[in-house]
């Protein structure tokens, strides 16, 4: 069993800097990428940021302001939003392919996601 649990959600003002963590858990033998979607209401769900081990990208919007990155002795991800809008306001979710025996060449697991709420 795979678990990523989301965590570092909260409320801040505009301006205000979050950092969510994405802890996976369970039974399995490599992480291969790594990324944030979100999804406000009404909107559909975007991608945010990925990493995997070649390569880092980021939704437009986000660029220079959040960055991703990946803990693979802690199995963890981080994404670090910097200068939210109100914009960003919307439930995060954290996503992995993952490796176990199951699944060999690899699967997509998903978190429960985090609430970011950001007041102007």
């Known amino acids: 069993q795979v678990q990523l649990v989301e965590s570092g959600g909260g409320l801040v003002q505009a301006g205000g800097s979050l950092r969510l963590s994405c802890a996976v858990s369970g039974n399995f033998f490599g992480i291969d990428d790594l990324a944030w979607y979100r999804q406000a209401p009404g909107k559909q769900r975007e991608t945010v940021a990925t990493?995997?081990?070649?390569?880092?990208t980021y939704l437009d919007s986000v660029k220079g302001r959040f960055t991703i990155s990946r803990d693979s002795g802690k199995n963890a991800g981080y994404l670090q939003m910097n200068n939210l809008k109100p914009e960003d306001t919307a439930v995060y979710y954290c996503?992995?392919?993952?490796?176990?025996?199951?699944?060999?060449?690899?699967?997509?697991?998903w978190g429960q996601g985090t609430q970011v709420a950001v007041t102007s």
């Open positions: 996503a992995a392919t993952i490796r176990n025996t199951a699944w060999p060449r690899g699967r997509v697991y």
């Open positions: 990493v995997s081990t070649t390569s880092l």
